[in-house]
């Protein structure tokens, strides 16, 4: 089997090159209707692979990887269009970005459930800095781009002073979706 990525050296740690191969011939197959297992986006955004010696350059997976990402969102929102119309798909883009807005405007200014006692998590300035970014992109004041989201990087916290991963990563992944099916 043929590759698209290079090998870091027998001294590095790169993606396992079994699992990144069969993980993008499966997609590649559900991209062309070839398997019964249907794969979105979400799929795509979800996986991982184990690190191994010798492994596929992560950094040239990781970009392959989100333009699939978009390749299956564009598809979606092809298909969605074909049959709805393009007005329904900005309509349901604009439905899902108000509910985006909409948990960055709590009124006890806690975007996202903080840490447990204890718990490394997200440094929530950091946090609440992108989420004005992502606020100022709503408003039409500010561009944003998908790319941007996926590379944000924040400063680890613990406890009280950090929001916990999982709830911002979620909401980040469901800001990538909306941005995705905008650009």
Not at 72 to 94: C, K, P, S, T, Y
Not at 104 to 115: C, N, T
Request: aromatic share 10%; with cysteine.
């Amino acid at each position: 089997m043929s590759t698209l990525f290079s090998t870091v050296s027998k001294m590095r740690q790169g993606y396992d090159p079994d699992e990144v191969d069969e993980f993008f011939d499966h997609a590649r197959q559900a991209y062309e209707g070839q398997t019964p297992e249907p794969m979105t986006n979400a799929d795509v955004a979800a996986s991982t692979f184990d690190l191994v010696r010798g492994g596929y350059n992560t950094h040239e997976v990781d970009a392959a990887l989100d333009r699939l990402e978009g390749a299956f969102i564009a598809r979606q929102r092809a298909d969605f269009v074909n049959g709805h119309g393009q007005e329904a798909w900005m309509a349901a883009l604009a439905e899902r970005a108000r509910t985006l807005y909409g948990r960055l405007g709590r009124p006890d200014g806690q975007k996202f459930a903080p840490a447990e006692r204890g718990q490394q998590g997200y440094d929530m300035d950091d946090v609440d800095a992108l989420c004005d970014r992502l606020v100022g992109y709503f408003d039409r004041q500010e561009p944003l781009t998908a790319a941007e989201l996926r590379s944000a990087t924040f400063s680890r916290a613990k406890g009280k002073d950090a929001y916990a991963e999982g709830p911002v990563d979620k909401f980040l992944a469901r800001a990538i979706e909306v941005l995705l099916g905008v650009e």
